[in-house]
C-alpha cells in the first residue's frame, strides 16, 4: 500500500537561498535537502521502490529524477533486504546511499542487514569500514493503515549499537537532522511521521544544519516537563496550550535517540522537578521506558513524583478511526496526566 | 498481451509424495452461471468501495481488485471450503470469490464492529477463518510463508485440503517466495501459488524489477508451472482444476502464472496512472473477462441478455445492501482496543 | 557458525518420573519437555536447521527424531524467514511448531515474519486465528561468538504486542516455562542463555509448568532488590553472596519479559527501598529500561535512591575474551553498583 | 563426484552494459607456482588454527577452508588488488588467497590487539580493506548484498573494479540471494558469485535441503553461469580469468560454480562428521587440490619435487611465524571497547 493523496513536497519549487527562514512542510524541507545534498555531493544516491519518476510514496523524492538522472536516484525492486544490503555494501565503497523504505515496518524484512550488517560492520572490522547511509522511514500511526503500515518502531533501533536514530517533529528540524544524517559517516535511521508530511513551519535558509544529540526546548516552562518526540511534540504543546495559566509546561525534545541528549532532558528535569514522557511507540519496553528511566536516574532527587509516561497502547495499531485515536496519545491524555499529578 | 495458456511438461518429473488417505473425486467443472455472478459481485463491489472511499465513508485505503476477476473466481472454482487460501493487499476479489460475505466485507472495509475482524483490519487484513481465507496481508509476499504452513498442517495432520497462496508479480522479487517454493518441493506439500500478474507493481512496471521470465524462477526448483489467460475465467478455472486434482492427489506443489490487468490505481486513492497509458488499459478493457464470459454464455444460448442484465442488477442489489449495512453499522467500542491482542 | 562442544543434553536418556525433583542441565531439562510434549501432543512438531539426526546446535532437539520420526521433527534449509513463516501458517491452522533458531540473532532474518505476521495475525483478523508457535533462541555473549552470534534480543520482541518473551534462568523454569510456552496459543520467543545449558539444577518431576508473568524470589532480601533476567541471575546471587553479611540482597527473576510481573516486582522494592537492574542486554534503549521505568513508576515513593542498570555495554558484542567480559555485566559490577549505593 | 567444466550458452542472450572507462588490459594467466605456494599457505593456515583451537590458544571457534583452497586461490587469481571480496563464516582461505597478512589474521583468530579487526571480530569478521575484503561474514548469505553495493559503487564512480561474492551452497536458499541475483542483472553490475558447492551446510547434506540444480536459480534470471571443477586450480583459474574478463569489459554479473569439498568439520570443535562417510571424504581427498598441482608441476618439469619440499617448508615457516606472532601479541585494553562503535 502506498499513502494516499500525495503531499505536495514538490508544490513549490525549490527553496530560494535567502537569509530569511522560508516556510516549508516537512515533505518539502526534506527533498530541498536531498537536493541540495545530491547537488552538492555526487556520491550521494537515493533508492527504494518508487522513488524515482513516481517520486516516493510520500512525494520526498519527487523531481530529483530530473534533476539528477537515473544513476543517482533509481528504483528498486520489492527487495528489502537485497536493496538495504546493497546499500550497506555501496556505503562501505564509496557512495552516500539514501533509502526510502516507503514504510517503517518494511524495515523488518531488512532487519538482518540492519542490525547484523550496517550497525555491527566498522565494530567487527576493527574500524576498518564504515557505512555512511540514511534509511528514510515513513512511521507512525493516524492514517488508518492498519497494523502492518503504522509502527513506531524507532526504539528497536536506537537499541542497537552502530545506529543513530532520528526523530524530527518539525520542518527546520527534519531539514537540518537529514543534512546531518547524509553527512554521517554512520548507518542513520530516520523517522518521518507520515501524517505530518504536510506540517508547515519556517526554514532557515543555506546550510542549515541541526547537530545530533542535543534537546530542543520547544516550550519553555517552570512547573513539569514534558518529553516529547516526533509528532507526540505537537500533542504536547497542544497540551501545553490548553493548561496556559493553570500549569507552566516545559516541552522538550530530544530530535535524536541515538545519540539522547541525556543531560539535556535532565536539566529541564531538574528545574521542573517533574516529567512527563510522550511517545507513540507501545508503552512497554518502548522509547518511553529508556527516557522515563533515564531521568528518573539522572534527576531523582529533584522529581517530586514519578516519571509519567503517555505513549502509544501495548495493542498492534488498529484499523477502524475510532480505535486508531484511542491507541495514539492524544492532547486530552496529556493534559489529564499533567492534572494528575499531585502538587 | 495476455499469453496463451501453455502446460509445462519438463516439470513433470518432480517426484509424487504419497497421495493423501481420502482420495476425493475430481472437480466438478463449475457452472460458469456462477462464474459469471461471482464476478459481477467483486466486480460491483469494487466500484462501490471506490465510491465509499471518494465519499469519506471508509478510513484509510483499499486496493481495487477490477480486472482481475477472473483470476480470483477461476482459481477460487477449483477449491473447497476447507482448502485454505492467503492473499495480498489486492483481496477483495479473492476473499468474495473463496465464499466471504459480502456485508462483513463491508462492514470491515468501513472499520465497523461487526465486520470480519471487529473494525480491526480493514480492508488489507480480511480473514474468514470459516471460509479458508487466511488473510489479506499488506507485506507484500507476507502470506507466503503462511500458505506453506497451511500445506504443511494438512499434510501432517492427514487432511486432504490444498492451500493456496495469491501474490502478485512483484512478490516473484521477495527472497521470502523463493526459500517457500524450495521448501515446498523439498517436501512436496499441497500447496499451489497463484502469481497474478499485472504487470505493475505499484508504479513500477514488472520490466523494470524483473529480470527473466517470471515463471522460470518456480521452474528452476522444479515447480510445475503453468500459465494462463488471466481474462478468461474458464481457462483459469480448468487450469486450476487440473492443478488442484494433481496437488491434493499428492502430486506436489504447483505454479501457476495469471495474466491479468488492473483497471484501477494501484490505490483508490491514485487519480491518475502517470506510469501506463490510457491505450493499455483500453486494450486490456477491451478483454474484460465479465464482458467476455457473458458473450460466450450468450452465443451459446445458456443467458439470454435480460438474464445477464438481471444478473448485474443482482449483483448491484447484494453490493448495495452491503454497503447499507456497513454504514448503518456501528463502529467498535473503545474498550474493544485491548482485545484480540492474545489468544 | 554452530557451538562449540555440545552440552549434554540427552547424555543421560529422559528423566524418569518420579516424586522427588531430579538433576538435570537446562539442556536436558528442554529436551525432556519437548519430548515429554511432543509425546503428549501430536500437533507438535520441531524444525529448525540441524535440529532432526544432530539433534540441534546445542543438542537440545537430541533423540527426537528417534523418537517420533520425520515428520514431526524435521531440518529446514538455512531459511529463516520462510521457515517462520511456515510456522506461523501451521500454528494457524492446527500446529503447534516449535522453531529452534540455533542464534536469536538469526530471528533478525525473520523479523518481518515475526512482528508483522505472528504478532499481529490475531488482532489483524479481530480474533480469527491464533498462532501456537514457539521460537527458541540461544542467545547471549560469553562464548566468544563475536557481535553476529551474540546478541540479546529479547527486549526487541518484547517491545511488540502479541508476542510473548520467556527468560529462563534455571533448570526448573526453563522447563516448566517451555511447558507453558508449547501450550499457550500465542507466539512465544524464548530465550535459552548458549553459555548456560550446562548450568545443572533440580527439576520437580512430572507436568511441571510456571506460569507466564509470575517473578520469583530467587533469594530473599531486604536492604537492595536486584531485578536480574536469564543468566544475570546467577550473577546476582553471586553477588549477593559477596555482600552477605554487609547488605542484604534479594533477587527477583521476572522469568518472562511478556508478560510482566510488574507487581511481584515493585513489591519487592517496596520492601527494600533499593533497586538494582541486572541485564546482559545493550544498556540504553535495553529491557533494563523497561524494568527500572517500571520500579520507578509503581515504586516512587519508596525508592530511597534511583534505580541502577547494570546492563551490557553499548557496543556490539566483542570477540575477543577480554572485552567479551568487560561487555557483560560481571559480579564485580553488580557488587560495586551495590555498594556504592547512599546509606 | 566434482562436475566438469561446462559453459552456459544459452546466458550470453544478456545485453551488455557500457563498458568501464578504463580498459584493463585481460588478465595475464597466473603462475602455476603461486598458485601452489598460496594454496600450501591456507592449508597450512588451517591445519595451524585446528590446533591453535585444540591447545586453546584462541577464543571461539573457526570453520576450516581445508580442502577448499584451489577455490579461494583460482578465483583470486584473477583479481586486482581493487577487487573486491565479500566472504562467509569459512573465510580464512578466500582472505589470504585476496592478499592479506597472516600475521595479522592470526593475530586476530586469536583475539589480539594488532589483529585484523583489533581482535573485536575473530576468525567470522576478517576483513583487510587494503586489499579489498569487505570482511568474513557469520551471517549466511550476510555478504551477498554487500557484494552488490561493492558493484553499484564501482559502477557509479566509474572504477573499473569487479565486485566478487564467496557463499557456500548453504546460501543459495536464502531469499537475499535470489533478490540480489535480480538486481545484479537489471542493473548489469560488476558482480560475480562465487558458490563454493562443498556439498554440505553444517550437517546438511545440499540435497537435503535444496530442491533442482543449484545453477539453474542463477541461470532462471539470466546470470550467464559457469561450473568448475573446485578441486583444480588451474581450471578455476581459467574459468574465472573468463568471467573477471567479461565482467570488466561491462559485460554484467556472472555466476560461478566451484564444486568442491571440506575435509574438517563444518568447525574446528567438530571431532566426527556424522553426516558423512570416511569413504566419501577419502574420495575427495584423493582428488586433493595441492597434490593435483604438485603432481602436473613436477611432470611438466616446472618443479622438482626437492623444490615442491621447499615451498610446503615455506609455507609452514610463514604460518609458524604468524602463530609465534599470535602468541606474542597482546590482548585489547579494556577501554578499546567502546571504540569504533561509531565512525
Ligand atoms: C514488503 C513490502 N514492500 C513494499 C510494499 C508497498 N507495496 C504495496 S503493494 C506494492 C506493489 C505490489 O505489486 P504486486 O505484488 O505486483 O501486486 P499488485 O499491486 O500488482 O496486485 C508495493 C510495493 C509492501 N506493502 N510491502
Ligand atoms: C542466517 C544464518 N543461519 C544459520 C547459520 C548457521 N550456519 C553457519 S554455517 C552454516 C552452513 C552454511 O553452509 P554453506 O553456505 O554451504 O557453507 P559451508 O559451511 O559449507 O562453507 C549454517 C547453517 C548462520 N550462520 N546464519
Ligand atoms: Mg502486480
Ligand atoms: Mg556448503
Given at each position: 500500500m502506498s499513502a494516499s493523496p500525495k503531499p505536495a513536497a514538490a508544490e513549490a519549487a525549490a527553496a530560494p537561498v535567502t537569509a530569511e527562514p522560508v516556510v516549508r512542510t516537512i515533505g518539502q524541507a526534506l527533498n530541498d535537502v536531498l537536493r541540495a545534498e545530491m547537488a552538492a555531493d555526487e556520491t550521494v544516491i537515493c533508492i527504494g521502490e518508487n522513488v524515482a519518476a513516481a517520486g516516493g510514496s510520500f512525494a520526498v523524492t519527487k523531481g530529483l529524477l530530473d534533476e539528477f538522472g537515473p544513476r543517482r536516484i533509481f528504483d528498486t525492486p520489492i527487495s528489502e533486504a537485497g536493496f538495504t544490503g546493497m546499500a550497506i555494501g555501496a556505503a562501505a565503497t564509496g557512495l552516500r546511499p539514501v533509502i526510502d523504505m516507503m514504510f517503517s515496518d518494511f524495515a523488518l524484512l531488512a532487519m538482518d542487514q540492519i542490525m547484523n550488517q550496517a550497525a555491527h560492520l566498522r565494530y567487527m572490522t576493527g574500524g576498518q569500514l564504515a557505512v555512511p547511509m540514511v534509511i528514510r522511514c515513513p512511521s507512525g500511526a493516524?492514517?488508518?493503515?492498519a497494523a502492518q503500515h503504522s509502527q513506531s518502531l524507532a526504539g528497536l533501533f536506537a537499541y542497537i549499537p552502530g545506529l543513530k536514530v532520528v526523530v524530527p517533529s518539525t520542518p527546520a528540524d527534519a531539514a537540518g537532522l537529514l543534512r546531518t544524517a547524509i553527512r554521517d559517516p554512520n548507518p542513520v535511521l530516520f523517522f518521518e511521521q507520515k501524517t505530518d508530511y504536510g506540517r508547515r513551519g519556517p526554514v532557515p535558509p543555506g546550510d542549515h544544519v541541526v547537530p545530533f544529540g542535543v534537546a530542543d526546548v520547544k516550550r519553555p516552562g517552570d512547573d513539569v516537563t514534558v518529553i516529547a518526540t516526533s509528532s507526540m511534540v505537537h500533542v504536547a504543546l497542544a497540551a501545553a496550550e490548553a493548561l496556559e495559566g493553570e500549569v507552566s509546561v516545559e516541552v522538550v525534545d530530544p530530535r535524536t535517540l541515538k545519540p539522547l541528549d541525556v543531560e539535556g532532558l535532565a536539566a529541564s528535569v531538574r528545574r521542573t522537578g517533574r516529567c512527563v514522557v510522550v511517545d507513540e511507540g507501545h508503552r512497554t519496553f518502548g522509547p518511553g521506558a529508556e527516557l522515563a528511566a533515564t531521568v528518573a536516574e539522572h534527576a531523582f532527587d529533584w522529581l517530586e513524583e514519578p516519571v509519567r509516561r503517555v505513549c502509544g497502547a501495548d495493542t498492534p495499531v488498529p484499523f477502524t478511526t475510532v480505535l486508531e485515536r484511542a491507541f495514539l496519545p492524544s492532547v486530552d491524555d496529556v493534559v489529564a496526566t499533567i492534572r494528575g499529578m499531585r502538587r | 498481451m495476455s499469453g496463451p495458456e501453455s502446460t509445462d511438461t519438463a516439470a513433470s518429473e518432480v517426484t509424487a509424495a504419497p497421495t493423501s488417505p481420502t482420495s476425493p473425486a475430481p472437480p466438478t467443472s463449475p457452472d460458469p452461471v456462477e462464474l459469471l455472478r461471482k464476478m459481477l459481485l467483486i466486480r460491483v463491489f469494487e466500484e462501490t468501495t471506490i465510491d465509499v472511499y471518494r465519499k469519506g465513508q471508509m478510513p484509510g485505503l483499499a486496493h481495487s481488485y477490477a480486472g482481475q476477476e477472473a483470476s480470483a473466481v477461476g482459481v477460487c472454482?477449483?477449491?473447497?471450503?476447507d482448502d485454505t487460501i492467503t492473499s495480498t493487499h489486492r483481496g477483495h476479489g479473492h476473499i468474495l470469490a473463496k465464499g466471504a460475505d459480502p456485508v462483513r466485507m463491508m462492514l470491515e472495509v468501513m472499520g465497523k464492529r461487526d465486520g470480519y475482524c471487529r473494525g480491526k483490519g480493514g480492508s488489507m487484513h480480511i480473514a474468514d477463518a470459516g471460509k479458508g481465507v487466511l488473510g489479506a496481508n499488506g507485506v507484500v509476499a507476507g502470506g507466503v510463508g503462511i500458505a506453506l504452513g497451511a500445506a504443511l498442517s494438512a499434510d501432517r495432520l492427514g487432511q486432504d485440503r490444498v492451500s493456496v497462496c495469491f501474490i502478485g508479480d512483484g512478490a516473484m522479487n521477495q527472497g521470502v517466495t523463493f526459500e517457500v517454493m524450495n521448501m515446498a518441493v523439498l517436501w512436496q506439500l499441497p500447496l499451489i501459488i497463484v502469481c497474478e500478474?499485472?504487470?505493475?507493481?505499484q508504479y513500477s512496471p514488472l520490466r523494470d524489477t524483473l529480470?527473466?521470465?517470471?515463471a522460470d524462477r518456480p521452474r528452476a526448483m522444479g515447480m510445475p508451472t503453468v500459465q494462463v489467460d488471466g481474462m478468461d475465467v474458464l481457462a483459469v478455472a480448468e487450469a486450476m482444476g487440473d492443478l488442484v486434482a494433481e496437488v491434493r492427489a499428492g502430486g506436489g506443489p504447483r505454479f501457476l502464472e495469471v495474466r491479468t490487468y488492473r483497471?484501477?490505481?494501484?490505490?483508490?486513492?491514485?487519480?491518475?496512472?502517470?506510469?501506463?497509458t490510457e491505450d493499455e488499459i483500453a486494450e486490456w478493457r477491451a478483454r474484460d473477462p465479465i464482458h467476455l464470459l457473458e458473450q460466450r454464455l450468450v452465443e451459446a444460448g445458456t443467458l439470454t441478455p435480460e438474464q445477464v442484465a438481471e444478473l448485474h442488477d443482482e449483483a448491484a442489489a447484494v453490493v448495495a445492501r452491503a454497503r447499507e449495512a456497513g454504514l448503518a453499522g456501528e463502529v467498535p467500542d473503545v474498550a474493544e482496543l485491548t482485545e484480540d491482542v492474545y489468544a
Open positions: 493516524g492514517a488508518a493503515y | 472454482s477449483a477449491l473447497r471450503d500478474n499485472n504487470l505493475y507493481g529480470v527473466g521470465e517470471l483497471y484501477g490505481g494501484h490505490h483508490v486513492a491514485e487519480v491518475k496512472s502517470d506510469y501506463r
